[in-house]
């Protein structure tokens, strides 16, 4: 009763979120995936729609797994490029972190180079996870864990996940009683 659960609109990436109306941002376990979107490239071993596919399995097997355990969470996919990012002269796909642009648009002997990326990566199939923001984490609340953990790395490791696997890594959430 009261939990709002559903694809949330806007952003870069679908995204799926399951917590109780009114519900804090911060309370939120996070999972972002960024795969490989880019059409026709000739950069990867794989089809590009396999990426779709993956991620999109992903997804539904996480929430799947983190409703039944009463976990409020929200799963993006791709959900856009790192903070302080902005497009890059509007190539799709390309973004310069922002100070730097500003810097340079002010300056024309800035001694530093700018900073650019793709988004998403070419061949990425990245699994991060954010936890709730506390203070101390309390026993059986996932203790020990930074805010935010990199749960798979194609592009470090090179091997295609086995989505299934991936999705049932998180442990469980501490009983209801504190426990």
């Given at each position: 009763p009261g939990l709002q659960?559903?694809?949330?609109?806007?952003?870069?990436?679908?995204?799926?979120?399951?917590?109780?109306?009114?519900?804090?941002?911060?309370?939120?376990?996070?999972?972002d995936v960024e795969y490989h979107a880019i059409e026709g490239t000739f950069h990867t071993k794989y089809e590009t729609g396999r990426y779709l596919?993956?991620?999109?399995?992903?997804?539904?097997?996480?929430?799947?797994?983190?409703?039944?355990?009463?976990?409020y969470h929200e799963v993006r996919l791709n959900p856009g490029p790192p903070e302080g990012f902005t497009s890059y002269h509007n190539l799709q796909g390309w973004y310069q972190h922002s100070d730097i642009a500003e810097?340079?648009?002010?300056s024309r002997w800035a001694s530093r180079p700018l900073k650019r990326l793709m988004y998403p990566r070419l061949g990425s199939f990245e699994v991060r996870v954010q936890f709730?923001?506390?203070?101390?984490?309390?026993?059986?609340?996932?203790?020990?864990?930074?805010?935010?953990?990199?749960v798979f790395s194609k592009l470090k490791r090179k091997v295609w996940p086995k989505v299934r696997e991936l999705a049932e890594w998180l442990p469980p959430p501490p009983p209801a009683g504190g426990g």
């Open positions: 659960a559903g694809l949330v609109p806007g952003g870069a990436g679908a995204s799926y979120r399951a917590c109780p109306r009114g519900f804090s941002d911060k309370g939120l376990v996070r999972i596919l993956s991620a999109k399995r992903f997804q539904e097997l996480l929430v799947e797994m983190l409703c039944a355990a009463g976990v810097k340079r648009m002010k709730p923001h506390v203070r101390h984490r309390p026993r059986g609340s996932w203790p020990g864990l930074p805010h935010e953990v990199e």
